[in-house]
């Protein structure tokens, strides 16, 4: 079981930044990998980034260039820097963690609101 605790979001105006943060109960060591969802009102929930304790990284093509997914040295919080915010990334962010019989685990949700 992994317990996931999401931080960071809130409201900005297009162009600007915020960090988001995911502490996790264990390390991305222990799991197939660690990442960030995103669900805006009436969509599907989509991937945002991925991160394997090996270091691969996987983007959505919308937030290429613009975001970028790391941890901590212990690799128990994972980060979603977010930079040149555009109205369209506004949505619920939501951490995840997969564990090695491929289950997934989600966080409860964080909001990020960009303002045109």
């Known amino acids: 079981q992994v317990q996931l605790v999401e931080s960071g979001g809130g409201a900005v105006q297009a162009g600007g930044s915020l960090r988001l943060s995911c502490a996790a109960s264990?390390?991305?060591?222990?799991?197939?990998?660690m990442g960030w969802y995103h669900q805006a009102p009436g969509k599907q929930r989509e991937l945002v980034a991925t991160?394997?304790?090996?270091?691969?990284?996987n983007y959505a093509n919308s937030v290429k260039a613009r975001f970028t997914i790391s941890r901590n040295s212990a690799g128990n919080t994972v980060y979603l820097q977010m930079n040149s915010l555009k109205p369209e990334d506004t949505a619920v962010y939501y951490c995840?963690?997969?564990?090695?019989?491929?289950?997934?685990?989600w966080g409860q949700g964080t909001q990020v609101t960009v303002s045109s």
């Open positions: 264990r390390s991305i060591f222990s799991l197939n990998a």
């Open positions: 991160l394997t304790g090996g270091g691969f990284t």
């Open positions: 995840y963690a997969q564990v090695p019989s491929n289950y997934d685990y």
